[in-house]
């Protein structure tokens, strides 16, 4: 199944790479005749869009602004009318997920996510679909250097039911030795591993980036990576200064869903990151559904997948606060281009503002106080009605007043995002858990954590 699905995967790659000489024009016809062909295909196969959608919608004549979004607990609540396959029930899915085989899902994969914001989302991709989310990510790596030739070393999900999971084990299966490393692997084993395969690209989630170039710089990894690329959790300034200090290079970043698949990817000229806008419809919208000019963080992301005939997403709301790029892309790519992806709306605190009411504190502020702090390896909010604790994983090395320094940076970004003074804990602790399928590491704990803590 493997190999079947590198070769498919293969084939649309170079339809893919071609696109990226069309003229913005040509994109855009193309990408609005693939959202005709979603719509039609959902309305006549799926029973909830066959209500959800009007009789102009369904013939392709109604502009995609005016198309329902729609929210993941209606995914979840509606999951057996809007999939296409008459055979497709949720109950199946998940008990697949829970290790149950089921004949009738053979021919389909089953992904989860949402561990890590509480709420959980259930995917199903066929054959066609799991190849092009293949062709996508490959075009990703293409994009930033990395063929099949080049020694990849990707690091991710340990879970089967996580999208990255199944998709480096294709990467492994192309590439004669390449380890099987996944995020929550000891620290050693990682570093022992890499040693030995000695990796000429390392893809792997932002802190697992951090966690190796402070390896290598410690003299235990002894590596040297000519492509360095993050996915999965934000990217911060602090990493992306240490993989060029240490390394030499300038970390790419990647970004990609379940639901979407490889969406948008950096490239050598670090311009942004491109918009795959030939496999997709990305529209950022604050909390109105209403489009927000590039430059400015918005609330959220409707998301149209132009390739999953499975289960079709229509303005599919992503909680995720992304900024696009203003201007032509500098490449001559069509593409559109993200300036920044900032983190998930989960990651929004709303704390007492200063001024009364409340004050909604972007993840970008919550960041800011670490960019320039290479002593604190990670860090995660508890929020509580009248105190924020901040979890802190540190160096070694870190100075007795790194505590105060956090604190101090902490409450002045908190004061710019327009919140009253509050009270402030700072706790050191051995390591911060990973939660979900995905693994990853969360901004902002829905409870404080259990893991013993040395207060500083």
């Known amino acids: 199944m493997v190999a079947r699905s590198a070769v498919g995967a293969m084939r649309l790659l170079d339809e893919l790479r071609a696109h990226d000489s069309w003229s913005r024009e040509r994109l855009l016809a193309h990408q609005q005749r693939a959202l005709r062909e979603i719509v039609r295909h959902a309305a006549e196969c799926s029973p909830y869009y066959r209500e959800a959608l009007s009789a102009q919608a369904r013939g392709g004549d109604v502009p995609l602004e005016e198309l329902p979004t729609l929210s993941k607990a209606t995914l979840m609540s509606q999951w057996d009318r809007i999939v296409t396959d008459p055979r497709l029930r949720l109950a199946d899915a998940e008990r697949r997920l829970e290790g149950a085989g089921e004949p009738d899902l053979v021919p389909y994969r089953i992904f989860e996510t949402g561990g890590s914001t509480g709420q959980r989302g259930i995917f199903v991709l066929g054959d066609a679909e799991f190849e092009a989310v293949l062709a996508g ?15 990849l070393a ?22 004669a030795a390449s380890p099987r490393l996944t995020v ?6 990682l570093v022992t591993a890499l040693n030995a395969y000695r990796p000429e690209a390392v893809m792997a989630y932002a802190t697992i980036v951090r966690m190796l170039v402070e390896e290598q710089a410690a003299g235990r990894l002894r590596i040297e990576p000519r492509i360095v690329t993050s996915t999965s959790e934000v990217l911060g300034e602090e990493t992306r200064r240490l993989v060029q200090q240490v390394w030499g290079v300038r970390a790419h970043n990647a970004y990609a869903s379940t639901e979407g698949g490889m969406m948008a990817t950096d490239c050598s000229e670090h311009c942004g990151l491109h918009l795959w806008e030939d496999t997709l419809i990305f529209e950022v919208v604050d909390e109105r559904n209403q489009p927000v000019p590039p430059g400015t963080p918005g609330h959220k992301v409707l998301l149209t997948n132009l390739w999953n005939r499975i289960q079709p997403l229509i303005r599919y709301e992503l909680a995720d606060a992304v900024t696009l790029a203003s201007g032509l892309n500098p490449t001559g790519r069509p593409f559109a281009r993200i300036a920044e992806v900032e983190g998930r709306t989960a990651d929004i605190l709303r704390l007492p503002g200063v001024a009364g009411g409340m004050a909604a504190v972007h993840p970008i502020h919550l960041h800011m106080p670490f960019t320039r702090m290479p002593e604190v390896r990670q860090y995660q909010f508890h ?3 009248d105190q924020l604790r901040v979890t802190l994983v540190l160096t070694p ?17 908190l004061k710019a995002a327009g919140a009253a003074p509050l009270r402030i804990l700072i706790e050191a602790v051995e390591s911060i858990p990973r939660v979900g399928s995905g693994a990853k590491l969360t901004l902002i704990a829905s409870r404080p ?6 207060a500083r």
């Open 137 to 151: 990510c490959l075009r990703a790596l293409a994009t930033i250097g990395i063929s099949s030739a080049t020694r």
């Open 184 to 189: 929550t692997m000891p620290r050693e084993d």
């Open 154 to 175: 990707s690091i991710g999900s340990p879970s089967p039911v996580h999208l990255t999971n199944q998709v480096f084990a294709v990467f492994r299966a192309t590439r």
């Open 449 to 454: 954590s259990a893991t013993n803590v040395e």
């Open 383 to 385: 929020p509580a009605n």
């Open 397 to 413: 090395q870190a100075p007795p007043d790194i505590v105060e320094r956090v604190r101090a940076a902490l409450g002045d970004a």
